[in-house]
């Protein structure tokens, strides 16, 4: 039987083992992630290991609530400490859940602890860490963990001040317009603000657009994101744009839609002209427990996957705006991963097309792998572009490690049994970890 979380947890031969080796050490680029920018600027510190891990991971609390813990102990007012008692006690119900590994290997990468985390052990776990947090940063974090690049998830309209460089670590924005594509009134009403005008047409508003990405450029942004309840339709043309948009605050949901995609076709070709990389997050189903979501609010463990996903609507998108040589560079995340496969056999037909990391629900250990196999039997395991940690928690950097501990157990099979080369491995797995998402968004 294999040591508890030992050197070698995940790597189930010499040549994964060795792989691991070459890249265990690298610089982490986090290309998508939803950190706090105001933590980094302040250099924010950690009252306990509850804050740390709990006060924004809705991951554990969606494993909490699994297990039967009160809300008051997930979003409720209980302390920090009294909500690590409580993740700790339910803790060991999490075999094979992605928790249970980044757990574990979080209390052994920054607090140098290897006991199994458990109700019985939880106050000695509990004493031993904040005596190693006492003192430790998020500086200290990100220096530990070796981070190069964040890129954190920002409104169209946020202010950007807290974004530049802290230490060995760049902190660039990320534009996401959701909210405007959602014509949330509120984001309207502050865009137009910004803008110093009404946005009393369409051409306004896509000149609004068009100053707050000029503005996340001169911030050093290089990526946008959009997160997606649809995928877009058929561009409806400038006429049938300028139609619903007057009628905007009507629109029927099907109508909403169709000035939605339009609005991304324009954006589209922003990110083109100005070099930028478009991430488009879709096949979710958002906020589907409509009490308790009206209680914890957005983000808090309440989203689920679709049951399907229309990958030809992706196609007649990606075609039009290569027609219109307007198509950036592009990373697709599906949370339903029944349409990973006919991802990756797009990303063959259109060349600035990658398929991004196994995202949210499927960033397990069968869930990464199974997405690498897929990539690598459909596409190009060599032009992958590696880890991301998605992710509002600091300590969340050890998923990086997670990842190349999968990636290098899988080449490495490859290797074993005589299928692919050692030293094009070892390439292969510094491009996959490193170089490859380096050179995807030109650092």
Not at 126 to 141: Q, S
Not at 145 to 168: C, M, P, Q, S, W
Not at 417 to 437: F, H, P, S, T
Request: charged letters at 25%; one cysteine or more.
């Amino acid at each position: 039987m294999k040591k508890f979380f030992g050197d070698d947890v995940l790597l189930s031969s010499e040549t994964a083992k060795e792989l691991y080796a070459s890249v265990k050490d690298l610089p982490i680029i986090d290309y998508h992630c939803h950190l706090d920018d105001g933590e980094i600027a302040k250099n924010h510190s950690f009252s306990d290991i509850g804050e740390l891990w709990l006060a924004a991971d809705h991951y554990k609390w969606r494993a909490m609530r699994l297990c039967g813990v009160d809300e008051k102990y997930i979003t409720g007012d209980a302390s920090f400490k009294e909500k690590f008692l409580k993740y700790a006690e339910i803790f060991p119900r999490l075999c094979g859940n992605p928790l249970y590994y980044w757990t574990q290997m979080e209390l052994k990468m920054i607090f140098g602890i290897s006991t199994p985390l458990s109700a019985d052990t939880a106050e000695e776990i509990y004493a031993k860490a904040n005596e190693k947090l006492a003192g430790k940063t998020v500086a200290d974090i990100l220096k530990q963990f070796r981070v190069e690049y964040i890129a954190t998830t920002d409104d169209a309209t946020a202010t950007l001040h807290n974004h530049g460089k802290y230490g060995e670590t760049s902190v660039c924005p990320t534009f996401r317009p959701d909210k405007i594509l959602g014509f949330d009134t509120a984001a309207m009403a502050l865009l137009a603000e910004q803008h110093g005008a009404p946005l009393d047409s369409l051409c306004e508003l896509k000149k609004a657009l068009s100053e707050r990405i000029a503005f996340f450029r001169s911030k050093n942004c290089r990526i946008s994101d959009h997160g997606m309840d649809f995928l877009p339709l058929p561009d409806c043309g400038e006429e049938r744009a300028n139609e619903l948009y007057a009628k905007r605050d009507s629109l029927s949901s099907e109508e909403k839609h169709e000035l939605s995609s339009h609005l991304l076709y324009f954006l589209a070709e922003i990110y083109a002209r100005e070099g930028m990389v478009m991430q488009l997050h879709f096949a979710t189903f958002r906020c589907v427990n409509t009490k308790t979501f009206a209680l914890c609010g957005r983000d808090s463990g309440f989203d689920i996957m679709r049951g399907e996903v229309d990958t030809d609507a992706l196609v007649y998108f990606l075609d039009t705006l290569t027609a219109r040589d307007a198509l950036p560079k592009t990373v697709l995340y599906t949370l339903n991963p029944a349409c990973a496969p006919a991802l990756a056999t797009l990303s063959g037909a259109f060349r600035e097309v990658r398929v991004g990391a196994a995202w949210w629900f499927n960033d397990t250990l069968l869930g990464i792998r199974r997405q690498l196999e897929v990539v690598a039997e459909y596409a190009a395991l060599g032009t992958n572009l590696g880890m991301l940690t998605d992710s509002r928690s600091f300590a969340s950097y050890a998923r990086f490690d997670f990842f190349r501990r999968i990636l290098a157990d899988l080449v490495g099979e490859y290797v074993e049994k005589g299928e692919y080369d050692l030293l094009a491995a070892k390439q292969l797995m510094r491009d996959v970890c490193y170089n490859n998402i380096k050179g995807f968004l030109a650092l």
